[in-house]
């Protein structure tokens, strides 16, 4: 018999369960208890909930619908062979038939299969079809028994073509699920007695829709065995004939007129359940069809409101439980939050502002546990990075996630195949070497992993395993850039302590002895890679490919074997296994490598497990069908516009997407009945939340139309308002604690911390850097005095502050340079005039930038190397016409300036006086690094010397006794104060005013000028950031002038 049991709670229907089964006779106590449930995670409530109940809970089996089909069949002596029309399996099948696609039907088919990447467009069409196919088993199996007669059922020009598809399909034999599925409901109606070789009992719990098939199935099972259907439903009263508002509006014109009435929504006729209910409701026309018959075992609804309960919430669900709403007398109290919405401006700060609200509770309900609380969000793996960042002191579960993001191992096998698809570029590369699954194996610490790329980029390592793999590729066959012109500049470098090419390699000479471990394992990777290379080239079957991967992954991840293999690796070894012996037994051609990481990508995206659900902590996982368990507050993140519900996409082939059936599977009403469900499934509190201010503007954005629709329905019928709460951009924000506003509060002492001493400042808020001043020590590095010198607020910011603003500093391109950045192009300019200076041969010169991918390659390469070498010739003449004579060794500096001691080198020495030249237009910080050269000359060696900065267009002199005012002195104590806080001297503009000081208006819009031009070229971030808030007449003040006539005047009149 086929018995119901109904209920609008979980609790409930698991009671239920737990009376049938303590009182329920059975003749055979060896035998197991039979389950079928829709998930994992029911699977685990209902057990805990069993066990706790009879204390001992064990011999009983669970199965998902698919899964008992086959169960059953088996018992019923009925051959089975339902594995080659599973999902994966028919993938791989339908690859195999599309290969011959000759026949007139399949012109549609031709039209898309042409091109480029072949291989891959018919995979990716077979799984597309493979995931129709499968919902057509059960959906419409009556479309399939008449595409097995040759009859097509519409006039769709998709349907001829998949319905020869699937005759050939099914000419390979074996039933398809749809059929096994009729037969047994066939053999179910017309035989006599099956009792005997069928389970006591079966209990199905959980599944609120299901294909009407399914219910026949269920309808013939009851006649030889007890089935217990176990249905959750949020009304009372029947239901199933509810019309949707939406489809009453856009009724036929006739229609109205003659029935105006049918613009009214019946009173009795709850909006929520009218406009989120439809997949409910097409059960329940099913389950109470003609054709179904049962007995109503048990019905025992619970109203929250006969509890004396008159929170929002409860009057909600009492009211969904009625199946209508009463707008009368339905006042809100203001301080009820049963229902609670959060509007925030990020992820992060969803995350953060939950994390407050569940400490509060907490807090004020010592009896709440962790367990009675669940996060629920459209796809949880959006927020899995920052969960556990936020709530590391809280202890919680992560469920539904991807194998991609929950299996490091094979996460890190799936970017090694995605190796093969680019260009093997330096940073993509050493990213697969960082993960610590390769590097354990490769036996890399963190501080080897640093010394790697710092190696790698520096020995010139761009892209390309070598010039043959570029030239099997389709490129031109160089090896400059390489992997393997790299590692053997390495190698030779490890080798040789030389500066010159050795055997045609120019050695890299930054690699100790210590380094030599490092190497071995780099080059043991990239070895391993180009060996796969060869390898993947071929197109092999599938069995071929599982074997070759097997092996390949294990010699990627051997160091997964120490202490035994691992679970995350034995889960990738199981899934390759089963590419091989399952999906390899119904293919026998050969397949393309594009295509066997196209499998592995999506079968890891995919693959999506429960195993965090209900572990007796927090809970965070997704919002699935048929998950309607009960926790005392349930929180819903991630509630955005256009974000939930999804859209429904069928693709133009589906012919599901044609007409509608009661039981079809629907994403945007799923979601919507998942919404119901989370409704009902709250007891004490339903939160829920979305990005609903904009973080660049805080423009406001609207948030899911399943939330709007209930805000219009609780502002309406229950006159609550103002239920939303926006929160602030900042956490440290002072709302937080003022207690103005309850629906806003912390616990964080730290956000406290910085609120109070915000809220203390009762004056203008100070530049934004107070506070942070840099501790001058009592010794100084003579490099740091230069760098001051050559922009005193960029000093600051980097030095001082510790900000960095370059982004692009230190990022080295993946490419050979084409050409080169003015910074670099500078440094180049600099390091070939030295050389030239010294004699260095100009062609070894080019050969040495270009093994180092700092100048182009090639002919192009050597030809703009000649044109840069015969100008900068020029400038070299001109350094030798100054007669300076050879360069000397540098100076030790160590000296007593004003109460500190400065420390280090000084360089740029020759023969006859110092020289410091810039193969560029000179600037006031050449003729400042000029003036500090020549008093720390004079101060070390006791006589002056002419120092001269030679610029490509011009040059400066400092003629020995020239003077000494600014003293060494006066330029430390400068130095000094602009370490406490940002230093009035701006170079430039004081240059500028300086020139035309004589007419002071004319002298003011030079340095003005002169300002802006520094503020506004976007080169300078650091000044820019330094005065963001200033305008240019604030910072043309008085200790600019002091620090102009102080520092820079002098100097400038002493420069010839």
Known sequence: MLYLHVSNRTENLLRHLV???????????????????????????VSQTLAANFVSWCNFEYFLPLGFLTYSAR??????????????????????LLRDIEGEEYQPVRKYLQGENLALKRYQLADQLANIFDQYQLMRPDMLAAWEKKRLVTRDVHERWQCSLWRRLQAEGGQHRGAVLQSIVSRLQQSDDLSAILPERVSVFGLSIMPPLFLDYLQGLGRYVDVHLYVLSPCREYWGDLELRRGRLLAP????????????????????????????????????GD?????????????PCEDGKTTLLHRLQSDLLAGDVTCEGNNWDEQDRSIHVVSCHSKLREITVLKEHILHWLYTDPKLQLRDIVVMAPDIQEYAALIPAVFDS??????????????????????????????????????LVKEPTIAENLELSRSDLDNLQRWVTEAGIRWGLSGRQRAESGLPDFDEGSWQAGLARLLMGYAIDSDDFVADILPYGDIEGGGAAALGGLCHFVSLVEEARKMFATPQSLSEWSALLIDYAGRLFRGQFDGGISKDFLELQELLVELGETAGAFHQGVVDFKVITAWIENTARETRSSSGFLRGQLTFCSMLPMRSIPFTKVCLLGLNDNAFPRDDRHATFDLMGLAHRPGDRSKRMDDRYQFLEAIMAAREQLYLSYIGQSIKNNESLPPSVVVTELLEVLEGCYQAKHLQVKHPLHPFSGRYFNGEEPGLFSYDQKYCQVAQALRELDHKPGRWWSGRRAIVREEIAVRDLFAFYRNPQRWFVRDCLGIRLDADEGVVADSEPFAQNGLEDYLINQELVTRLITGDNPSTMCRKLQAEARWPL?????????????????????IESLGFGERVDDLEVDLEVGGYRLTGRLANLQECGILLFRYGKLAGRELLSGWLHYLLYERLTGRAVDVVMLGKEGEFRFTAGCGSTPDLETMVEVFVNGCREPSPLYIEPGIAWLKKQAEPEAALVAAGAALDRILEAGYDRETSLLLRECDTATLLNEPFFELAKIVLEPIIRRAE
């Open 394 to 431: 809280i202890q919680h579960s992560i469920s539904d996630r991807s194998l991609r993001r929950r299996n490091s191992v094979l996460a890190a096998f799936a970017d090694f195949l995605g190796l093969f698809q680019g260009r093997f570029s330096w940073d993509e590369m050493l990213e």
């Open 858 to 878: 090639g002919e192009p390469g050597r030809l703009s190397f000649s044109k840069r070498v015969v100008d900068l010739r020029r400038f070299v003449k001109r």
């Open 19 to 45: 009376e049938v089964l303590r009182v329920g006779g059975r003749r055979n106590l060896f035998a197991k208890e039979i389950l079928l449930i829709q998930s994992q995670g029911m699977e685990r409530m």
């Open 253 to 288: 014109a006739e229609s109205v007129a003659a029935n105006p009435q049918a613009l009214d929504v019946a009173p009795e006729n709850h909006p929520l359940l009218v406009s989120f209910g439809r997949q409910g409701r097409d059960f329940q026309r099913m389950l109470f």
């Open 291 to 303: 054709q179904i018959s049962f007995k109503m075992e048990f019905s025992s609804y619970h109203d």
């Open 75 to 96: 018992l019923l002596g009925m051959e089975v062979t339902p594995d080659g029309y599973e999902r994966k399996t028919m993938t791989w099948r339908l690859e195999e």
